[in-house]
């Protein structure tokens, strides 16, 4: 995993060298390999375990800094009034396989090349740089963890969005122009005709983002994770997408993923946001998971105070036990 340094000062107040902060990561678990220098900044290569989905982004690595640091999260992205979504916008056929899938509409965009700041971003992470709305998508992944895909919102049957399972034998042209063969096993986002993405894995040639684009449905959802890994390694299809999916997203951070996309795509290429709908029907509550302060002590081997065990689980969202609980 590529993380870039000057990234990391966006999200957390920290004074800490690039090598510092290699240390602190690394002795979280966080293994540093090698820092390597790009331009003004800075790239670590970290090793990640298959368990640590929720450090595949650039906020993952930001809060896990934040606790080990003792130094506290930045955050000023913009939330957008909810707009009353189109008729039939998006219907979703698979619930089992779909647990949550948010639509947005930001409509008279203008598509072009990406300022130098994202384009120089990306190339930190070895990500090349596409056109303005596509580098978004990416870079809202990469920064916040969760896999999103633009669609031409003109290139959508009926403009609206279908997720249901494939049929035994149907076929997609994917983003790298390869015919694919599905099976009735795999998960699929349609207009009301036909295949526009392979769902989590891939986006089809017919519905991406082209120079002519001028209305734009941003799609952020959330996929089963076994559906993803199984139709993954059956299209021997790898890619950044299917990787975070595979290994867990946040279910609850799809709106303010959403909203950073949307506010970068009408900062950087024009537009006016428009319908949005949040269709979750399978609601997860989550899990909070109180530890005893003994068992913080035997876990890491460090001598720590109850203050210090309650202040930094407090950081990552857990709670702490009294040992006499």
Known sequence: MNISYNWLKDLVEMTLTPQETAEKLTS?????????????????????????????????????????ADCPLKSDWKSFAEKEPAANLVTINAPDLCHRFTARVIRNVKIGPSPEWLVNRLEAIFQRSVNNVADITNYVMFELGNPMHAFDLSNLAENRIVVRRAE???????LDEVERKLSNEMLLICDAEKPIAVGG?????????????????????????????????????????????????????????SNRAAELIIELAGGEAGD?????????????????????????GLKVTEQESERILDKLGFGLKSDSD
């Open 28 to 68: 979280v678990g966080l293994a540093v390999e090698a820092i390597h220098p790009h331009g003004d900044d800075f790239v670590f290569d970290i090793d990640l375990t298959s368990n640590s989905g929720d450090c595949l982004s650039h906020i993952g690595i930001a809060r896990e800094l934040s606790a080990v």
């Open 201 to 257: 894995v891939m986006g089809g040639l017919g519905s991406s983002i082209s120079d002519s684009t001028t209305d734009v449905l941003l799609e952020v959802a959330y996929f089963k994770r076994d559906s993803i890994r199984q139709t993954s390694r059956s299209l021997k299809l790898s890619t950044e997408a299917s990787h975070r999916f595979e290994r867990g997203i946040d279910i609850e951070n799809l709106i303010r993923a």
């Open 276 to 300: 949005f709908l949040d269709l979750y029907p399978a609601v997860q509550t989550p899990v909070f998971a109180p530890l005893r302060h003994a068992k913080i002590e035997a876990l890491t």
């Open 168 to 174: 035994e034998g149907e076929t997609i042209t994917t």
